[in-house]
């Protein structure tokens, strides 16, 4: 482990939007990272909060205004050998605004029936989460990547 007095953070949101037995997920291609569906989301900007850059990442992404939000659960990156830790805070709702983008800048916007939506193609990691989004209570996913291994070497997921 580096110096502990310095830990990179970063912060993350992700929206689960829910509409009857559909959710909205974004197809990602190959050349934008994270391949494949996943929901709305990115990067909090500092010094906004969390719920609001939830609800600006899903603007950018979606062209919907999102409210009502619930808080769901974390799911933290934790990387020792490079002092990093990044968290990705979930939310979800039912209650939104507006119109779809027609040109939306990660990828292709989808109505996924919830029950199939776990058949499409995405990140391990997203895959592992989805089910989490519509169980009740919160939870807690920790991550630990080996940078020399260049892999996930242990995963801790808790229900809370």
């Given amino acids: 482990m580096k110096n502990p007095e310095f830990i990179e953070h970063s ?13 909205l997920l974004i197809n990602r291609p190959d050349d934008r990272g ?8 990115g990067k909090v900007d500092f010094p906004e909060s969390l719920v609001e850059g939830a609800i600006r990442e899903v603007a950018e992404e979606t062209g919907l205004t999102v409210s009502n ?5 974390i799911d933290e990156y934790v ?6 830790r990044y968290m990705v805070f979930n939310y979800w709702t039912n209650t939104f605004q507006g119109e779809l ?3 939306p800048p990660e990828g292709e916007l989808v109505w996924v029936s919830i029950n199939e939506a776990l058949n499409l193609p995405m990140q ?6 989805l089910p989490l989004f519509f169980e009740e209570g919160t939870f807690e996913v920790q991550r630990v990547w080996d940078g020399d291994k260049d892999e996930e070497v242990e995963v801790k997921i808790r229900k809370t």
């Avoid at 912060?11 to 959710?23: E, R």
């Avoid at 994270?34 to 989301?41: I, M």
């Avoid at 391990?124 to 989460?129: A, D, G, L, S, V």
Wanted: glycine fraction near 8%; charge should be positive; charged fraction near 15%.
């Fill in 101 to 103: 983008l027609t040109d």
């Fill in 124 to 129: 391990n990691w997203f895959k592992e989460r």
């Fill in 11 to 23: 912060i993350f949101t992700m929206c689960m939007i829910q509409q009857n037995d559909y959710v």
């Fill in 69 to 73: 939000l619930i808080f769901k659960g």
């Fill in 79 to 84: 990387n020792p050998q490079k002092n990093v």
């Fill in 34 to 41: 994270f391949p494949g569906y996943l929901a709305p989301g």
